[in-house]
T-cell receptor
C-alpha cells in the first residue's frame, strides 16, 4: 500500500537555526498538509496546500513557517529561527482530490530544539 | 467543524470486542465520520470512514444511527497490538478540509 514518507525521522537543531522537514506524499494525491503534535498533546493542524498554493493555515502557522513543493514529489515545511516551543512531532499528510477520501499520514519527524 | 465527544480511556482484554462511541450532536449534512488510530511516535492511521448506517472493512466496523448524532467504532477480538489512541473526527474529509483532532480515546488491551 502506498504511503507518505517523511525525512528525517529525528532532527536536532540549535535554537535560532532554520530547519527543513521533508515529505513525499502519495504519488496520485493532490492535497497536502502539515500537522504537529507537542509531546502529550493533541495533533494540531498547521497548513493545507493545493495547486502550489496554501489553501488554509492555522494561527500557529505564522511568518516563521513556510511550505513548498519544490518538485513533483516533495513537500517541505521550513521553520525559520526555531524556538524551544517548536519542539514537537511534525506530521505530513496527503489526500486525493476526490472529496470523500481520507488523509493519509506519514510517521512524522521528531524535531528537538536545544 | 462539528465538535466530538468520546471517552478519555477504555480498558479491554485480548479477544474481546471493543466498542468506542463518539457523540457529534451538531454534525452537518455533508459531514463524514472518520476514525483514526495512533500509536506512540507514529502518525495517525486511517481506520474507517462512513456517512450513514454501517460500514465494515478488514479491521473494524462503524455503526451510525439514523440521526447521525453519534457513531460507534467496533473492533472485533482485540489484541495487545490494538493498544493505541483512537480519534473520532467529523467533517468533510479530504480536499481542503483540515482535520481537527480531539484528545481521543486511549484504549489499553490487557493480556
Amino acid at each position: 500500500e502506498p504511503e507518505v514518507t517523511q525525512t528525517p525521522s529525528h532532527q536536532v537543531t540549535q535554537m535560532g537555526q532554520e530547519v527543513i522537514l521533508r515529505c513525499v506524499p502519495i504519488s496520485n494525491h493532490l492535497y497536502f498538509y502539515w500537522y504537529r503534535q507537542i509531546l502529550g498533546q493533541k495533533v494540531e493542524f498547521l497548513v493545507s496546500f493545493y495547486n502550489n498554493e496554501i489553501s488554509e493555515k492555522s494561527e500557529i502557522f505564522d511568518d516563521q513557517f513556510s511550505v513548498e513543493r519544490p518538485d513533483g514529489s516533495n513537500f517541505t515545511l521550513k521553520i525559520r529561527s526555531t524556538k524551544l516551543e517548536d519542539s514537537a512531532m511534525y506530521f505530513c499528510a496527503s489526500s486525493e482530490f476526490i472529496t470523500d477520501q481520507p488523509q493519509h499520514f506519514g510517521d512524522g519527524t521528531r524535531l528537538s530544539i536545544l | 467543524l462539528a465538535k466530538t465527544t468520546q471517552p478519555i480511556s477504555m480498558d479491554s482484554y485480548e479477544g474481546q470486542e471493543v466498542n468506542i462511541t463518539c457523540s457529534h450532536n451538531n454534525i452537518a449534512t455533508n459531514d463524514y465520520i472518520t476514525w483514526y488510530q495512533q500509536f506512540p511516535s507514529q502518525g495517525p492511521r486511517f481506520i474507517i470512514q462512513g456517512y450513514k448506517t454501517k460500514v465494515t472493512n478488514e479491521v473494524a466496523s462503524l455503526f451510525i444511527p439514523a440521526d447521525r448524532k453519534s457513531s460507534t467504532l467496533s473492533l472485533p477480538r482485540v489484541s495487545l497490538s490494538d493498544t493505541a489512541v483512537y480519534y473520532c473526527l467529523v467533517g468533510f474529509s479530504g480536499g481542503y478540509n483540515k482535520l481537527i483532532f480531539g484528545a481521543g480515546t486511549r484504549l489499553a488491551v490487557h493480556p
